[in-house]
C-alpha cells in the first residue's frame, strides 16, 4: 500500500484522488462484465452494445502531451467504441491543446463531477443509525448478489442496463480483493441500501451509495457511508475522498467533506450514433 496520505494538505492528494477515480471507474466496468481495451499506455472499456456504457478509465496524457499522440490516442479509443463513448477528465491532464483535440475529434463536454475530499480525524467517534438499519459487509457471493441487486434498483438502471447487470454470474471474483470492502444494509432482512470503499493510493474512496426509492429520505445512505468511513479510520486511514452528484453533496458536507476539485465530463458520439 502506498504511504496513507496524512492530512488534506498532502501535495499528491490530487493526483492520488484521481487515480482513486480511475480505480474505481475500472470497477465499475467490471461490475459491467465490459471489455477492457489497454493500447497507447491508455485504458478504456467497452460494454454490451445494447447498453453502451463505455468509458475512459486513464491516459498516458500530460499538459504537455504532444497534439499527435492525442490524436492518435483518441483515434483508437473511437475505433472501439461502438459509436460512443465517456471520459471524466482530471485537472492534472487538462490544457488548451487536449480540449481542442477532443473538440476536433468529436467530444463535447457535457458536465462535471464534483470531487470532495475528508479529514478522517474530524468525524465523530458516536454515530446513530436509523431505526431497524441492520449493515453487514459482504463476506459471500448471496451477500454480493444482494449488493449488486440493490445498485440496480437504487441507482434506477433502465433497461437493458438493468437486465444485463442482474443476469451476470459474478461467482466470488470480488469478494478476495483486499483493497475493497463492500457493505450493504438491511431493514427487516431485506436489502435496502449499500456502499463501498476503496482502500489505496493512501486514501479511503468512497463509492456505490445507493438507496432503493421507496426507503429514500429516511438517512440510509449518509448511516452507509459513516459505516465505511468509521472502519477505514479504524483502518489506519486519515483521508477520504469521493465524487458527489449536485444533489449529494450537501449531504456529504455535513459530514464534513469539502469541495475538492471538479472533473470536466466529455461524451464522444459519432456522426451516425447522434
Not at 453487514?136 to 434498483?153: C, L, N, S
Not at 480483493?177 to 474512496?205: K, M
Not at 429516511?218 to 459513516?226: P, R, V
Request: proline share 4%; net charge negative; hydrophobic share 40%.
Amino acid at each position: 500500500m502506498p504511504v496513507t496520505l496524512e492530512s488534506l494538505s498532502h501535495p499528491v492528494l490530487g493526483k492520488a484522488t484521481e487515480n482513486m477515480y480511475q480505480i474505481a471507474t475500472a470497477y465499475l466496468g467490471r461490475f459491467f462484465a465490459a471489455r477492457f481495451y489497454d493500447e497507447l499506455e491508455a485504458t478504456w472499456f467497452v460494454t454490451d452494445p445494447l447498453i453502451k456504457f463505455n468509458k475512459v478509465v486513464r491516459t498516458p496524457f500530460t499538459t504537455d502531451t504532444p497534439k499527435d499522440i492525442i490524436d492518435a490516442t483518441l483515434t483508437q479509443i473511437a475505433a472501439t467504441s461502438d459509436g460512443s463513448m465517456s471520459w471524466d477528465v482530471g485537472p492534472s491532464i487538462r490544457s488548451a491543446r487536449l480540449e481542442e483535440c477532443l473538440h476536433t475529434n468529436g467530444w463535447s463536454k457535457v458536465g462535471e463531477v464534483r470531487s470532495m475530499v475528508l479529514d478522517l480525524r474530524t468525524l465523530e467517534a458516536h454515530m446513530e443509525r436509523p431505526d431497524g438499519l441492520t449493515i453487514k459487509t459482504v463476506d459471500d457471493e448471496k451477500t454480493f448478489k444482494q449488493h449488486v441487486d440493490t445498485m440496480i434498483i437504487g441507482f434506477e438502471f433502465p433497461e437493458p442496463i438493468a437486465h444485463h447487470l442482474s443476469n451476470i454470474t459474478y461467482g466470488n471474483q470480488f469478494l478476495n480483493d483486499p483493497v475493497v470492502r463492500y457493505y450493504v444494509g438491511y431493514i427487516d432482512e431485506q436489502p435496502v441500501t449499500i456502499s463501498l470503499s476503496l482502500l489505496h493510493e493512501g486514501i479511503a474512496g468512497i463509492y456505490n451509495v445507493a438507496t432503493i426509492p421507496q426507503m429514500r429520505r429516511q438517512g440510509f445512505g449518509a448511516a452507509m457511508t459513516l459505516t465505511a468511513l468509521h472502519e477505514a479510520r479504524d483502518l489506519g486511514y486519515h483521508v477520504a475522498v469521493l465524487q458527489a452528484s449536485k444533489l449529494g453533496a450537501s449531504m456529504y458536507r455535513q459530514m464534513g467533506f469539502q469541495d475538492h476539485f471538479m472533473f470536466d465530463s466529455y461524451r464522444f458520439q459519432r456522426e451516425t450514433e447522434r
